[in-house]
C-alpha cells in the first residue's frame, strides 16, 4: 500500500471510530442569546493566552494565528452549531488521533481531553458562552499547534544550531488554509497538504509503519555478547538471527529457505544477511558478529521508530528544496550524496565517504548554503582558535615548527597576500595574536589539492585529505569541523559540470599542478550538512547511524517540554540568510 492510499484509508476509518463516541449533537443552533455573549468570551481566551482545557496552555505564539481564525468569522465559533459540526469535529479528532502515523504523538492534542469535554458539552443542559467558547477555542489551538508540528516542525530547530531558515515558499498562512478545509468540508486531508514533499520524507514514513509493525509483532534477538563471532564459527541462536533478519528485510525468503534448521554454524546466507545489516547500520560490512554489531542487531525496534520520527522532524524543519543539483552530507552517517535533482531518487547520484568533526570539540555544524567557488593547491588558513591551542604551543617547544611545518605568517589571509620573514618579531606578534599562520599548499596540508568554498558563518567547508587512510575506518569523526572528501576530483567534475573549460583532465592537471587558483562557480550549488541518524538512500533502502554528537538525545529531551515556538519571527528566506554572512564580490577574490 502505497503512502497516499493508506493516509486516505486510515483517516476515514478513525473519523468513523471517533463518531461513535457522539451520542447529542454538537451542530444544535446556538442561542441568540449565546451567540450575542461569545465574541466577548473568545476576544477573553485569545488575550489571556492560556487556555485551561489544554495541558500545554500557554499559546503565546498561536494567539495570532487564532485571532485571525476567529476575526474574519466574527468571533463566532468555528467548529459548534453549523450544520457540518459533528462531523467535522470528528474528522478533527481523526487527524489528531492518527498524528502517530506521521511521527507525532496524540497526546500532544489533548485528544482524549476534548472528546470528554465534547461529550460533556452535548449533555449540558444550557451551556454558557464560556464553556461555549473554551471548546470551540481548545479545538482550533489543538488543530493550529498539530499544523504547525507536521509543517514546520515540534521545536524550534534555531535551539539545535539549525541556521536554516524557513524560506517564502514554505511559509503558509495557517488559519486561512484551515478555514479553506472547513468551508471545503476536507479536514481529512490537511496532513497530506502540509507534510514535506520530499522523496526522503515519505519513505520515512512508509518505514515508520513498518518498524511499528515489527516492534508489535516481532520477537526481540537477544545475544549477551561475550567473544566475537566469526563466520563458520557456532552460534547457538541462529535460527533466532536468521527469523530476525528476514523480518528485517535483510534476508531475503529466497535465502532464508536455504538455511538448515537445526545448524549452530554461522556460516553462508545468514552471514551474508548480517554483512547487509551491518551496512545498514553504518557499520563495517565483514560478517563479523563484534561488540558493535551486536549492539545493534539487539537494539529494541522501539529504539529505531524514535530514530525515524526524529529523522522525520528534521526534515520538516527544511525550506522548500527546488529541482536542482544539490550536495548533501549526513554527518553521522559520515557520507557525502550529490544528487542531479534533489527530489528525484532516480536522478543520478555521487556518493562517497567523508571525515567530519570531532565529536568530543569539534563538532560538524548543520546547515543549507550556496557553493559559490573552489581552490585548487589552497593554502590552509589556520583558525585562530586552533592557532592559539595548537600551533603556538609547537612553536614554543620548537623555534623551527613553522618551517618543519610548512606554515608562513601573514597579515591577513588571501591567496594574494604574501607570507611575511619569520623572525623574532613576526613570532612575538603572532603569538599576541596580531599575526595570522597558514600552512603552504603541500603533502603536509590537510586540506589537500583542492577545497569547496561555501561561505557561512562557521568556516567549515569541503576540501581533499592528505590523510586518506581514515577513510578506511567506519567511524569517521576526526577533522576540526571541517568536511573531508574521498573522491574530491569526482566532486569537482559534479560541481564544474557544464561549465566551460573544466573536464576530467583539466581539473586533474589543476588538483596536480605548481600553483594556487581559484575558480568561481557560474552556478552556485547548494550544499546542505544535515544531522540524521535514520535515513533513507536513493534506492530507498533505510539506513540507522549512531548518535555520535548527542544530538537524538537532546532532541528528545527537548521534544519531552514541548512548547510552541514563533514561525513569524524566522527569517523569510535562504536568500536573506545568506546575504548576511556573504562576502562581496571583493571578498569573493581573497581567501575565506
Known amino acids: 500500500m502505497t503512502y497516499r492510499s493508506a493516509s486516505k484509508l486510515i483517516l476515514p476509518l478513525l473519523g468513523l471510530l471517533v463518531a461513535t463516541c457522539w451520542q447529542l449533537s454538537l451542530a444544535a443552533p446556538l442561542p441568540d442569546k449565546l451567540e450575542s455573549s461569545l465574541p466577548t468570551a473568545i476576544k477573553t481566551i485569545i488575550a489571556d493566552q492560556k487556555h485551561p482545557y489544554l495541558k500545554q496552555q500557554n499559546f503565546q505564539y498561536l494567539a495570532e494565528q487564532l485571532n485571525d481564525l476567529y476575526k474574519t468569522n466574527d468571533y463566532q465559533p468555528v467548529w459548534l452549531g453549523r450544520q457540518l459540526s459533528d462531523k467535522q469535529i470528528q474528522d478533527v479528532f481523526a487527524v489528531l488521533e492518527s498524528a502517530a502515523i506521521n511521527g507525532l504523538r496524540s497526546t500532544d492534542y489533548d485528544v482524549e481531553n476534548l472528546k470528554q469535554r465534547g461529550m460533556a458539552f452535548t449533555h449540558a443542559t444550557k451551556p454558557d458562552a464560556g464553556e461555549t467558547a473554551l471548546f ?272 608562513e605568517l601573514v597579515s591577513e589571509f588571501g591567496n594574494h597576500i604574501k607570507a611575511l620573514p619569520i623572525s623574532d618579531t613576526t613570532v612575538a606578534a603572532f603569538k599576541a595574536g596580531l599575526l595570522k599562520v597558514r600552512q603552504r599548499p603541500g603533502k603536509k596540508n590537510p586540506l589537500g589539492r583542492i577545497k569547496f568554498m561555501f561561505p557561512n558563518q562557521y568556516n567549515v567547508y569541503l576540501h581533499d585529505t592528505s590523510a586518506g587512510g581514515l577513510f578506511a575506518h567506519s567511524r569517521r569523526d576526526f577533522s576540526h569541523g571541517c568536511v573531508r572528501v574521498e573522491k574530491p576530483e569526482l566532486l569537482a567534475e559534479f560541481v564544474l559540470d557544464g561549465q566551460d573549460g573544466w573536464t576530467q583532465d583539466s581539473i586533474l592537471q589543476a588538483m596536480n599542478g605548481d600553483k594556487t587558483q581559484r575558480v568561481l562557480l557560474k552556478k552556485p550549488v547548494p550544499v546542505l550538512f544535515i544531522y540524521s541518524s535514520a535515513a533513507v538512500d536513493e534506492n530507498k533502502q533505510l539506513h540507522f547511524y549512531q548518535d555520535i554528537y548527542g544530538q537524538d538525545r537532546l532532541l528528545i529531551e527537548a521534544l519531552a517540554k514541548l512548547q510552541d515556538w514563533p514561525i513569524k519571527d524566522q527569517a523569510a528566506g535562504l536568500d536573506q540568510s545568506q546575504e548576511a554572512i556573504m562576502p562581496d564580490k571583493k571578498a569573493l577574490s581573497a581567501d575565506w
Open 136 to 407: 470551540d477555542t481548545a479545538l482550533s489551538l489543538v488543530l493550529l499547534r498539530f499544523s504547525q508540528h507536521l509543517h514546520y516542525g515540534r521545536v524550534n530547530p534555531q535551539a539545535f544550531n539549525f541556521n536554516v531558515k524557513p524560506d517564502a515558499k514554505k511559509r503558509m498562512d495557517m488559519p486561512a488554509f484551515i478555514r479553506a478545509h472547513i468551508n471545503h468540508d476536507d479536514l481529512a486531508n490537511i496532513p497530506a497538504l502540509l507534510e514535506p514533499s520530499l522523496w526522503q520524507y515519505h519513505e520515512l514514513w512508509q518505514a515508520l509503519g513498518k518498524y511499528r509493525s515489527l516492534t508489535n509483532s516481532v520477537k526481540p534477538f537477544t545475544f549477551a555478547y561475550q567473544k566475537t563471532i566469526h563466520p563458520g564459527e557456532m552460534l547457538p541462536q541462529v535460527n533466532e538471527l536468521q527469523h530476525y533478519l528476514n523480518r528485517l528485510g535483510d534476508l531475503p525468503e529466497a535465502d532464508a529457505a536455504q538455511t538448515t534448521a537445526d545448524s549452530t554454524v554461522y556460516q553462508g546466507v545468514l552471514v551474508e544477511a548480517v554483512k547487509r545489516f551491518q551496512y545498514r547500520h553504518g557499520l563495517s560490512p565483514d560478517g563479523v558478529i563484534g561488540k558493535a554489531t551486536a549492539a545493534a542487531l539487539t537494539m529494541p525496534l522501539n529504539l529505531r521508530v524514535q530514530q525515524i520520527e526524529l529523522a522525520m522532524e528534521r526534515l520538516r524543519w527544511l525550506p522548500v528544496i527546488e529541482a536542482t543539483p544539490l550536495i548533501l552530507v549526513n554527518i553521522p552517517a559520515f557520507e557525502l550524496t550529490a544528487y542531479h535533482n534533489f527530489t528525484r531518487p532516480d536522478s543520478g547520484v555521487l556518493k562517497m565517504k567523508v571525515v567530519v568533526g570531532k565529536a568530543l570539540n569539534h563538532q560538524t555544524p548543520v546547515l543549507l548554503e550556496q557553493m559559490r567557488f573552489i581552490d585548487f593547491l589552497p593554502y590552509w588558513n589556520i583558525p585562530a582558535s586552533i592557532a592559539k591551542a595548537e600551533v603556538v604551543p609547537d612553536l614554543d617547544q620548537d623555534g623551527n615548527y613553522l618551517d618543519k611545518q610548512e606554515m
